[in-house]
Structures are given as structure tokens and as C-alpha cells.
């Protein structure tokens, strides 16, 4: 496509968010099992689709673990046809009453939920994340443009072809998702400001920051993911090797693993030698700061290291004074992703909480349950490690806006002004119940 | 001061923004009280600042109402140090839990409220805005950039020159606050997107839409008004009338006063006639479609009207054939900041609300109610028409960002993991008491 054309596209796809923003739970929960059944449907043309980016894959010699992530088969298609249903039984993420005040007699306010409008997503090679995004963005009324991996360009075209042959005999259509096809047409997306509301890049690192460093839209998502444990002179030093362990062996490439294991220097010899016997079973290449090189045999450090996201079995050991010192360490090498302490210090715990300025600040567990699934979220729609809108894992509220409802019987402002002003009531309301909006006003 | 200086002071003040962060309630309390107090003590030096400005503001010949809101006066200086002290009993907004969920036994997850860290604020003109401002950034724990209007210059700097003096004495020091002097300097700003979270642009349109244009930081504001009455055809026509009036004239200024009144033709005759004898009274000029002409003497509609913001005395009828043009009408022409229906169907009314994606949608009372005050959240710190973050007007809420605390005893992700996973409790809890960040860790 040209990116004239893509331009047209977007605008249309804008133009078609109103009727979802504004369509009925039934509608989209209809539509969602309706997708589920498609995939069913067109299997035997999505799976011929994935067998020809599987052949491509292993005639470019693409990593083994890409090419796993690329497979779309049966069980992938009852996992993604099962997150469909699902996502249906969820609850109408749309006019949620999220805040309520009487102003004066008649006069009643509401903040309610309310899509955000048009979401830019941007994901490597995993099929399978289209279809999730497509059902959490209609479940939200969001409308969505997607760019997957090029490497799985033919199995994501097939099932958007799905998707759209679904929505196409909903009320609603199939103008409002759109799969953009190559790098280009990304280009002309990050510029489309007026027409979209939120990108949200989920890929490499590098990617990620191009996406930001690109446009002047809003990006839900992290670059980097530079995360720490510190390991206090009044550790568990059982519980700190069992998390270290799992914080940098249980996924190295997730961006919540650490890259840096800081260590007080009351239990460095103790604590370094046994955990680096740990770390040896797997293989973790270790870079050392002086200290820790005196202790075990490693890689020793060099400038950058404490920048470096390894995202393999690799990571740095850096032996403190004191807790201020590791604290001040992940405040200027940190990525403000994830970092956590082990201690059975309780007031310093509570300290580490309130002063470190991360998305997530743990004590006493593995950086690795970071994460949407594990936090009980529901549906992750991504990690954000900015300070706006949403930041840590973010759920469905993460696709959400708010508007603001007033409903009054001819009340004006000029009343509540001036020398003989009335005041306001101004009294708090519990949030429980229908919204002004679903036709039971008062 | 010229740009690589201003890049060094913001650096720093990202710098200091981290003891600000973590600072305790009653540090940021104390010194909340210590500039009221210090504003008396230097109390000459500002009046003879403010005389200076209104000096020079009279020789170029301002206009009387810029003249006005320049006034730095006894009434002033008691309002805004009374604002500071009710700043100061507000409660703390940070770490307040806003989710909290047990994910297993010992293994506790909080969302708590936490500053977003460097604000960014332009602002015109009226110089109580600066003190406001300090307050509700001092207050929430952000650091913050302040540039105000060329015509406040020396006002502004006596002001913040106090409230530095009175800072310095703090533990937090006065590194964190900082006023641009020149619109280079807010150009040298802009570009900052690592140092600065939020920006928070007050003052003309065609400022805010600059603003916008030139940075890639979030920014919180709207950069138009182009608010809407619909009377329906069952709408109670004195309601309206009296509604329809306070929405226009009771600030023509204002961002929510109402630039177009679109009438269902139902009732076009009998509304329209008596509406402009109301509007006869103020002098408001009226821009009249076709059947409007037809039935009052009135300025014909030209090219362009519905996207006029007057901002002044003078407004855009037009009827329409039912309540779906109305609807149409605004979702074209409006800015989606404040849209309102005057009816007495209460279907319709929530069909309105649902339908019409505006930052604050109303029913039967004026859109001037739009207002952080009349709403009822404390403080006022702008009006957002974007669909991140925040919405409409916001509050102390809107300077806060959040983070997920997670404290365990010792908890692994491969526990959870795997063909013999544990499964995760995820009971929500009450967000009543206390963060785990305060020190009472369980």
C-alpha cells in the first residue's frame, strides 16, 4: 500500500471508532465470539498461511526461538480461540462510574470509563498476540491499526482476513482494524497524530525506542529494562539466592529479569560464593566489580557493563557499602522497570518502597512477577515505564479515557458566582451501580 | 540566561526531584506555611514589582482586562497565602493505595499514588497563578519549571525570589523550582522529553497549539473551546433559554462558554425569537443560518463560523432537522471539550451522554459547570481535552503518577510456572489504610 492510501485508511478507521465507541456490550461481545468461530472457519487458510512464513523461516536461518515463537497450530488456535471467549465474559470495561459527587440538589456529576479511540500496536513475529489485541481493543471500543512481524507477515495477513470476514456482518463492520503491511507504513502512522490516539510498540528494545525517538503521539511501553535486586546485610540469604536465581534464570530475555545483583558487602563473601555455584549449573556468565573478582572467578567490569541489558544468561555483580549506595546505583543505572530488595529489615523495606522510583519496587521476591497475568489483571496490553497514563503492567483500564457526565434540571453558573453566591454540596457518592449514561436518570 | 544554561538548572532540577519525590508530609507541609509567611515578609519588594509592571503595562497601552489580572495587590497576596494553607490541610496525595491484592499467601501487591516528577508549567499574565501553582506541585511532590507572561516579568521574579528564599531553609532545599525568563528558554524546555514528564501549557489557543506542535512531552491542556448547546424538541424552552444564556454570557472568555446553540427546528421559531431578545440585552451578536435569518435579524452564516472560537460576545445559531444532526454537528465541528443537551426525555438525555465523546458531556445546566472548583476536586490544575492520562478538568490527581509495590517471603515465578504451576489467590482487598511504603509492612 502506498501511504497515501494508508492515510485514507487511518481516517476512515478513525471515522469508525465513534459507532464502537458507543456500540452496545452485546454488539462487541457477539462479535467476539463470532471471531472465534471464523478462526475455526478459514483454519485450513491460516494454517497453509503459517506453513509458508515456517518454510520462509528456516530458509532465512532465523533464530530456533523465533521460529517458535512464529508457529501457529492447533493448540495455538483452541489458546487464542479460548482468550476470545473470555474476553467476552468480561465485564463492560465501558461506562464504568469511576468517580460521583452530587454538586447540588439535581445537579449530579460522573467520571465514567470511555475508550480512548483509535490505539497504534506494534508486535514481532507471535501471531497469536494479533488475535489477543484485536479482542481486548473491541471489547474496550478501541479501534485499532496493527503492524506484526514481517517474518509472520503471512499468517497475520490470513487471520486479519479472518477477523475482518467476521466483522463484516457485525453492525459494526470492519473498517475500524486495520493491519498495516511494512515499515513504511508505520512511518506514516507515527505521524498521524491528529487521527490516533496511543501507540503501543511491544518488540526489541531498539525498536521500542525508535517508536518513541519518532513521534509526537503517546507510547505505552518500555525501552530498556535495566532491573536489580539488592541484597541487604539483613537478607534471607536462602530466599535472596532462590530469587536472584529466578530473577535472572526463569526468562533471561524478559524485560523484568535483572542485569545487575547488588550486594551489601557484610555478606558479600558468603552470599557471591554461594550464589555464583548457583548461577554456574546454568551457565550465567558473571561480570564482577573488584570485590566479587577477589571472591569468584568472572568476567570483570567494564565501563558500561551497569548500562547493559544483557537479556541472556548474563548479569553483573556489584558488591555496595550500604543500602544507600545500592538505592543511589539503581536511581542513576536503573531503568525505573522493575527492582527489589531482600531484606528482613521491615522499616527498610517500607524505606526501599517509598524511595525507589520504579514501575515496580519489590521486597523479598523475584523481579519476574512484574507482569499483568501475575498481578491479576486480567489481559496485560503492555508494560509502561512511563509516568503518564498508566505505568508498570497494564491492564484493560490501561485502553481506557474517561469522560465527564453532569445532568441538572436548568441549573447556572451565574447562581453559584458573584456576592450572593449559593455553595455547592459538593457530596461524594458511591460508585456502585448503573452510570447517567445506560438510560436510568434520575 | 541562554539555553545551555537553562538545560543545566532543568538537569538539576530532575536531579533534586528525587528527595522531592520522597519526601515526608509534614517537610512538604512546613514549607507550604513558609512561603505564606515569607510572601509578607517580602512583601515591599513584590508590591514595588507589581507597580513596576502595571507601570509598563499601562505606557504599551494593554488592554484593560490584561491590565486587571496583572494585579498583584493586599487582596492578592491574603488570597493566595490563604490558598497556600489550605494547600498545606489537604491530605497527602502520595502513596495513597489505589489497588491492593493478595497474589498468595505472604505475598501482598499495592498500587500506591506517586509524583510524576517534573511539571512543566506556561501560564499568562496573572502572577497568583504562579504561587498556585508552587503549591499544588510543592504539595504532590513534583518538581516544576514555571514560564509566565512577559508583561508579569518583575512580579513573577519578586515572587518566586521569595518563595526560593523561603525553600532554601527547607530540608528540600530550592533546586526543584525554576522560572524561565524568555520564550527561547521555554524552546530550550521543550525539547527536554528526558528530564521533563508533563507539561502543562495555560493561556491563549494558538499558545497551547504551539506548545503542542513543538515537544514530544506529554502535554495536559486543550488547545480549543468550540463548546455546544443542543435545545431538543423537548426541551423545557425557559430551562433553555436561561441555560443557553449563562453558557455564553456568563464568561464569553471562558474555554466552556458556548460558541454555536444548534435548535430543533420543532422548536426553532418560538426559541429563537425569545432567545435573541434575551441575547439583544448584552449586545450579543449573532452568526444565523438560513431559517435563524428567516426569523431574526442576524449576521448570515459564512464559511467557517462553526470552527470560530469568539471567545467574545457573539455565537452561531443553526437548527436541525433532529436530534442525530445535533449529534453529528458536534462530533464535526467541536473540539470535544463541553457539549450539552437541554431536553426533558430522559432517554435521550443518556442516549447523549453515551453518544457524544466530549471530555465533559452534560444535560440541562450550563457548560460553564465545567471547572475543577465546581466539580469538587480541591484544586484546579488545567483542563485536559486529551484522552490520556486525564480528561476534562483536573485535579491534584493529575500530578500523580503511581507505582505497584510487591512484598513477599522469598516467592519464585517458577513456583508458578510450568505443568504443576501453583495457582495465584488474587483476592482483591479494601484500599483503606495504609501503604506497605509507610512502614507498617506486614
Known amino acids: 500500500m502506498d501511504g497515501k492510501c494508508i ?11 465513534v459507532a464502537l465507541c458507543t456500540s452496545s456490550e452485546s454488539v462487541r461481545n457477539e462479535l467476539l465470539l463470532a471471531i472465534a468461530q471464523g478462526l475455526h472457519r478459514d483454519w485450513e487458510i491460516i494454517q ?15 533464530k530456533e526461538s523465533l521460529v517458535k515463537r512464529l508457529i501457529f497450530d492447533q493448540d495455538k488456535l483452541a489458546s487464542v480461540t479460548e482468550g476470545l471467549k473470555q474476553v467476552a465474559t468480561l465485564s463492560d470495561p465501558i461506562n464504568k462510574v469511576l468517580e460521583k459527587r452530587i454538586l ?75 493491519l498495516l503491511e511494512s515499515h513504511s507504513d508505520v512511518d ?140 543511589a546505583h539503581i536511581a542513576e543505572y536503573g531503568s525505573h522497570h522493575t527492582d527489589a530488595i531482600m531484606t528482613e529489615d521491615k522499616q527498610l523495606i517500607a524505606r526501599f518502597l517509598r524511595e525507589v522510583d520504579s514501575a515496580d519496587v519489590f521486597a523479598n521476591c523475584s523481579t519476574r512477577f512484574a ?13 509502561s515505564t512511563a509516568k503518564i497514563h498508566a505505568r508498570g503492567p497494564v491492564g484493560l483500564a490501561g485502553l481506557m479515557s474517561s469522560k465527564w457526565l453532569l445532568v441538572g434540571s436548568g441549573q447556572v453558573v451565574s447562581t453559584y458566582t458573584g456576592s450572593k453566591a449559593k455553595g455547592f454540596l459538593h457530596t461524594e457518592m458511591s460508585t456502585d451501580g448503573v452510570s447517567l449514561a445506560s438510560g436510568d436518570v434520575q
Open 7 to 17: 492515510q485514507e485508511d487511518i481516517k476512515k478507521l478513525k471515522a469508525s471508532s
Open 48 to 62: 497453509k498461511a503459517n506453513e509458508e512464513d515456517l518454510r520462509k523461516a528456516h530458509e532465512d536461518n532465523l
Open 104 to 178: 447540588d440538589e439535581d445537579l449530579l456529576l460522573e467520571r465514567v470509563s470511555f475508550p480512548i479511540g483509535v490505539i497504534g500496536m506494534i508486535f514481532e513475529s507471535r501471531p497469536d498476540a494479533l488475535v489477543q489485541i484485536v479482542s481486548l481493543c473491541l471489547k474496550s471500543g478501541n479501534a485499532i491499526i496493527l503492524k506484526g512481524g514481517k517474518e509472520a507477515f503471512n499468517t497475520n495477513t490470513a487471520l486479519m482476513a479472518s477477523i475482518k470476514k467476521s466483522a463484516e456482518k457485525s453492525v459494526l463492520g470492519n473498517s475500524w482494524l486495520l
Open 188 to 327: 506514516v502512522m507515527l505521524k498521524m497524530d491528529k487521527e490516533i490516539d496511543l501507540l503501543i510498540p511491544r518488540g526489541s528494545n531498539a525498536f521500542v525506542r525508535y517508536v518513541m525517538d519518532h513521534t509526537s503521539i503517546a507510547v505505552l511501553g518500555h525501552a530498556d529494562g535495566i532491573c536489580h535486586l539488592y541484597v541487604d546485610e539483613k537478607a534471607d540469604l536462602d530466599k535472596a539466592i532462590e530469587c536472584a536465581y529466578d530473577s535472572k534464570i526463569q526468562y533471561p530475555a524478559a524485560c523484568n529479569a535483572i542485569e545487575t545483583l547488588l550486594v551489601h558487602k557484610a555478606v558479600a563473601s558468603t552470599f557471591i560464593v554461594r550464589m555464583a555455584k548457583r548461577f554456574e549449573e546454568k551457565g550465567v556468565r558473571i561480570h564482577g566489580d573488584a570485590y566479587t573478582c577477589s571472591l569468584i572467578d568472572c568476567i570483570p567490569y567494564e565501563e558500561g557493563d551497569y548500562h547493559t541489558e544483557y537479556l541472556a544468561l548474563e548479569l553483573n555483580i556489584k558488591v555496595v557499602e550500604n543500602y544507600e549506595e545500592a538505592v
Open 371 to 383: 507482569d499483568g497475568f501475575r498481578y491479576g489483571l486480567g489481559a496485560e496490553v503492555g508494560i
